[in-house]
């Protein structure tokens, strides 16, 4: 019983992605230059995730300065991510 109700929320988690990835795609093209701000935020919070889940120790922590430590870790990520945007950007013009 547990197994098919694991295997029907990890098929619903996968259509949720292809629904947001849809839905993500047509609605950048009319966020136009904010996707450079929206997008490294939305990474930074996956890589966040992704390494909170790596280390549980953050999702038990109850001193805020600690946790504002990790925060202050990731920071890092968004920053290369908008750099990375930036820097690999394309000028626009015609090829």
């Known amino acids: 019983m ?10 619903t988690t996968a ?3 292809i629904v947001g990835g849809i839905a993500g795609y ?3 093209l009319y966020l136009g230059e904010s996707m450079i701000y929206i997008l ?3 990474a930074g919070g996956f890589i ?3 390494a909170s889940n790596v280390v549980p120790q953050l999702h038990e922590e109850v001193n805020p300065e600690k946790s504002l430590a990790s925060i202050v870790f990731f920071l890092p990520s968004f920053v290369f991510v908008l750099f990375a945007k930036h820097y690999f950007s394309h000028s626009g013009g015609s090829s």
């Open 2 to 11: 547990y197994a098919s109700n694991a295997l029907a929320l990890n098929f």
């Open 15 to 17: 259509l949720t992605a």
């Open 26 to 28: 047509y609605l950048s």
């Open 40 to 42: 490294p935020f939305a």
């Open 48 to 50: 966040y995730i992704a």
